[in-house]
């Protein structure tokens, strides 16, 4: 009589694959699809097309050899992050920590050059080494441990960024690496290709092999698929998964090198907000969240798709807040499109009585679903860019005269319709920090008031946020638009100037505004005052209302900000020289946020109970700090800074801010764009000790700085005169 078979070796059956005997009429005209196209990739494709056709007809210089390869160029970081991410997607899971994994290795690959004199090669292996220890925690954790990924890795997602955020102090900034090591990410070979894009396609090609080629993949897809099921099927599911996790990690290693290599700079924020890129292209491309689908070709076409859709906007001088946005929103609607279709998948299966209608049902809607879905998502796309397209020529249009007309508006004398050398209307990019900072938009105003008046074009575009490698985005697709000349209001020195070189060697006439650059990566820098006269300035004020004795604290907008470290070098050398008296308790960062500089000072009020004074030098800072006091009631704390008029008012007619310290902001923008169309005509350089600059009249020039004036100190007394 045999036996009772035991329980564990009692296995279901697995669901077995589709094959053409399994639907012969469906076959024929399936088979090209389950091959090139299992997921819908070909309308993604498509929309692709359509995408650069768009961007070819709006874009200035869009569809060129050049671009095609800047393009290339800026997808190599985020691809490799999203090539690391799609089996990992494809096995279920996730991995959150890739863009705070590309920080880590960056900042331990900066100082183990530069602090611990490791050569190159040995400092890139230690950042190696760093992401195959961060991608060997995520695996030990969720492989072994099985703690969900999503758990994990944002965790992992805060560390990472933490330890890097802690060997830098939130302010090192690492450059001044080798000229053969940037050639990694700024040279070309053979003077066309990108020299980063044979490692993206090295890391295109290993993967290709690992998920599609080979008995290792078939697994992940059947670990996506069902676990338990990959289990009872002999795969050993712990291994593979912590495999992809690992893979991730090194993959975030190699992107954060080449990133270095790129930006010729390594800071603790680098890769912020990558993680979202990449899973963007990811899903985009076809990989399910849920697990069990996905192609590698699928995550190229995402990933080029968002590309493409970045440069084209730049190209196309539209705002750069509409990437973000579209970004996100497609994020969001793929996912619930695709939980969406899971539900419906379930439905069907429980509908259906055979188990062969049950799967051919199964895959034509799956295939049906997935066009739809990438259809719409494309369409979207397009429309957006259409919409924004029209509604900001329709903006241009009614501020600025019509490009192709001579006639200038009756209150203008037409000498002041400005051309350039070619004899073309003068084309002027200007970038501030944060677009959304009201100090910047302030400037804006004035900007645009000097770009009416002198008849040019302004593009005035730039991050949302402090964002170093986003500010060398926009100057790159600058030159390849061919602008006259580019003016930046730099975040990061070192960062951004080996990108104004380049675009000065394009013979496009460079300033820096606000804050500067390197000295030879510019023609000159138009400094709203003289950071001695800034600091010196506020640190007087300061004396004055605490009788030179006291604590006091500084709230800066971010660590690593040049002009605002500078301004606390002459704040101190004030300190040293004049008032021995005052001490300097403290400096934190606001980052050019309100709400951050709220919270700092709040901190610094209990930390430092001794600190009568807060000195706020970022403009979002001031308000900030003030409400922070006001809400603690802390009426011996007295608040100054450097700030704008029209958002301190009402702190400082209720006496929580005594004074703030600032220059006509408005008219920083205009004094920018007026030196910047004489640039381009050839009416300042080298040697000048003065310019006129309309309606500012002259304007003092030391050496290649232009000088606004001396600062102004704005408080009751005259605060309702000012309207900036």
């Known amino acids: 009589m045999p036996s009772a078979p035991d329980r564990g070796d009692m296995q279901p059956a697995l669901p077995q694959p589709a094959t053409s005997a399994s639907f012969p009429n469906h076959a ?6 389950q091959r090139w196209s299992p997921n819908g990739e070909w309308i993604l494709l498509l929309a692709l097309l359509a995408e650069v056709g768009l961007f070819s007809a709006i874009g200035q210089n869009f569809f060129t050899a050049g671009n095609f390869f800047e393009v290339m160029r800026f997808s190599v970081e985020l691809g490799l992050l999203a090539i690391a991410l799609t089996p990992v997607i494809v096995t279920g899971g996730i991995d959150l920590s890739v863009g705070s994994m590309l920080g880590l290795a960056a900042v331990i690959f900066g100082a183990a050059y530069r602090d611990w004199h490791f050569p190159v090669p040995a400092a890139a292996c230690l950042a190696l080494l760093a992401g195959c220890a961060g991608g ?72 290709t092999i690992l998920l599609h080629r080979s008995t290792i ?45 790129h930006l010729g700079q390594a800071k603790a924020d680098a ?36 590309s493409i859709l970045q440069n084209g906007l730049h190209l196309a001088a539209l705002p750069s807040e509409l990437t973000g946005l579209l970004t996100g929103t497609l994020l969001l609607v793929v996912i619930s499109i695709d939980r969406l279709n899971a539900r ?12 062969n209608d049950r799967l051919s049902h199964l895959n034509d809607e799956t295939f049906s679903m997935k066009n739809s879905q990438i259809a719409i998502l494309c369409a979207a796309i397009l429309a957006a860019a259409l919409i924004v397209a029209g509604s900001n020529l329709w903006m241009v249009r009614s501020l600025q005269p019509a490009a192709g007309s001579a006639v200038v508006p009756a209150a203008l004398p037409a000498a002041v319709l400005t051309t350039g050398p070619g004899g073309h209307r003068i084309v002027i990019a200007m970038m501030p920090k944060a677009k959304g900072d009201p100090y910047f938009v302030s400037c804006r105003a004035g900007a645009e008031e000097a770009a009416n008046a002198l008849g040019v074009e302004l593009i005035w575009d730039g991050p949302t946020g402090l964002d170093a490698a986003r500010q060398n985005e926009m100057v790159e697709s600058w030159i390849t638009r061919k602008v006259d000349a580019i003016a930046v209001a730099v975040e990061n020195q070192a960062g951004i100037s080996t990108v104004l070189r380049k675009a000065r060697d394009h013979g496009i006439r460079v300033l820096t505004w606000d804050a500067d650059a390197a000295p030879d990566a510019r023609d000159f820098f138009v400094n ?47 300190l040293a020289e004049k008032y021995p008296g005052l001490k300097l308790v403290t400096i934190r960062p606001s980052d050019d946020d309100r709400d ?59 006496g929580v801010v005594q004074a703030i310290v600032l220059w006509n902001t408005r008219d920083l923008g205009y004094l920018t764009v007026q030196a910047a169309a004489m640039l381009v005509q050839k009416q300042i350089g080298p040697g000048i000790s003065s310019l006129r600059a309309g309606r500012l009249g002259a304007i003092e020039v030391r050496g290649s700085e232009i000088i606004l004036g001396t600062p102004l100190i704005i408080n009751k007394a005259n605060i309702d005169q000012l309207n900036f």
């Open 28 to 33: 024929a005209r399936r088979n090209w699809r």
């Open 136 to 207: 060997g925690l995520n695996a030990l954790l969720i492989a072994r441990f099985r703690i969900p990924p999503l758990i994990v890795t944002l965790g992992s997602y805060s560390l990472f960024r933490g330890i890097a955020e802690g060997i830098t102090g939130g302010a090192v900034n690492y450059s001044d690496f080798p000229r053969a090591f940037l050639f990694l990410g700024q040279g070309y070979l053979w003077g066309v290709i990108p020299a980063q894009v044979p490692w993206f396609a090295l890391a295109f090609a290993g993967y």
């Open 596 to 654: 951050k500089a709220f919270a700092e000072t709040q901190t610094i009020l209990k930390v430092y109970p001794a600190v009568k004074l807060i000195m706020a030098i970022s403009a979002p800072a001031v308000p900030g700090s003030a409400e922070a006091v006001r809400q603690a009631a802390r009426k011996d704390v007295d608040v100054i800074g450097l700030s704008l008029p029209t958002i301190c008012k009402p702190y400082i007619q209720e």
């Open 344 to 355: 419906a998948r379930q439905a069907t299966g429980a509908r259906q009585t055979t188990k």
């Open 271 to 306: 890769g912020t907000g990558y993680e979202l890129d990449a899973i963007t292209a990811v899903v985009l491309g076809g990989t399910s969240v849920f697990g069990g689908r996905g192609t590698l070709w699928g995550t190229l076409l995402g990933l080029f798709s968002i």
């Open 528 to 574: 709203q005052a003289t950071p001695e006269g800034i600091g010196f300035t506020l640190t007087d004020l300061a004396a004055r209302l605490l009788a030179e004795k006291g604590d006091f604290a500084v709230i800066t907008g971010a660590l690593s900000a040049a002009n605002q470290n500078l301004w606390i070098d002459n704040i101190r050398k004030r």
């Open 217 to 261: 993949g078939r697994g992940l897809y059947v670990i996506g698929f069902t676990q338990a099921g990959a289990r009872y099927a002999g795969v050993p599911v712990a291994k593979r998964i912590g495999l992809v996790y690992l893979l991730s990690g090194i993959v975030s290693s190699v992107a954060a090198i080449i990133y270095v290599a």
